[in-house]
């Protein structure tokens, strides 16, 4: 049976990352492993900035936010001679194995990985929920919460001046922080790369909710990357008898304390991680799929895509 595995998180950070280092420490230690923190992802790998950890390292770290191991982007982990002195310094500590904690990027590494003889399984943590074989990505419940509780204030303010507050929300690939905040917030219109982006529509609904319905307020929702949400507000105000105001959330989406749920997926994802190296498995990735906890190939989970959830949709238009 293996003796020593390592962990990192790669990518972008999430809340709920630390919950999954500490899960995987601890059950590690449970099943008699040594653990091995890895500091920022693949990066850290390659220099050999690798230290052990033990049960009290990860200690109060299951509330907080970001990631105590760091996370960095390294585009060149993509060439074998830069992941071989990646293997060099994990067989200089004795590590055999390894967790990595992250999106699809951070999953095609660990792929990469395993095929040179490193066992290694990847958890997703990323708040965009942007990876398709699993239900829920560690970080993405945080991260609604802190949408849904910005966007709640917006609407007291648009209120009183009868404004249209348009908002920016992460998630340009996936339509779930947006679709699923719109519903949460009863947001008056969700755009995503789904949905698609017609102004004059919009326009012509914003003037429908404030000349018929006589709404007093509304909030459009929209996702990343989809268009300059400040102009898009000056139209608003041009176009429609709301007075724009945009709001970008920005990386204030990525931070906060992990919710009980993410706590709780990042606890179970990592248990199960640890399970599957001492069982000899590589190259798979966990997931959650109708609250069961489950293990895929990782070539499978990248090509997974993610279907248009219609009935969200449906949910939502209705109860405008
Ligand atoms: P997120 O998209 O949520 O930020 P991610 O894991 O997809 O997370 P990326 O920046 O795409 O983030 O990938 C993280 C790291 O994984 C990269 O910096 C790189 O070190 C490694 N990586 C990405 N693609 C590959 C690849 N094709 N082969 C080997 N390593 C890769």
Redesign the pocket.
Known sequence: MIKKIGVLT???D?PGMNAAIRAVVRSANALGLTVYGIQD???GMVEGRILELDRFSVSETLGKGGTILGT???????EEVV?KRAVEQLKRFGIEAVIVI????????A??LTKMGINCIGIP????N?IASTDFSIGFDTALHTIVDAIDKLRDTSSSHKRCSVVEVMGNRCEDLALWAGISTGAEIVVTLKSGFDEDEIFSRLNYFHDVRKKNHAIVIISEKITDVEQFAKKVTKYTGFDGRATVLGHVQRGGSPTPFDRILASRMGDRAVELLVEGVGGQCVGIINNKIVNIPIEQALETHRASNKELYKVFERQV
């Open positions: 790669s990518g972008g999430a992802g693949y990066k960095a982007r390294l585009p060149e982990f993509k992941r992250g999106g699809d990027g951070t999953y095609k590494g792929l990469e943590g990323t708040i965009d942007d």
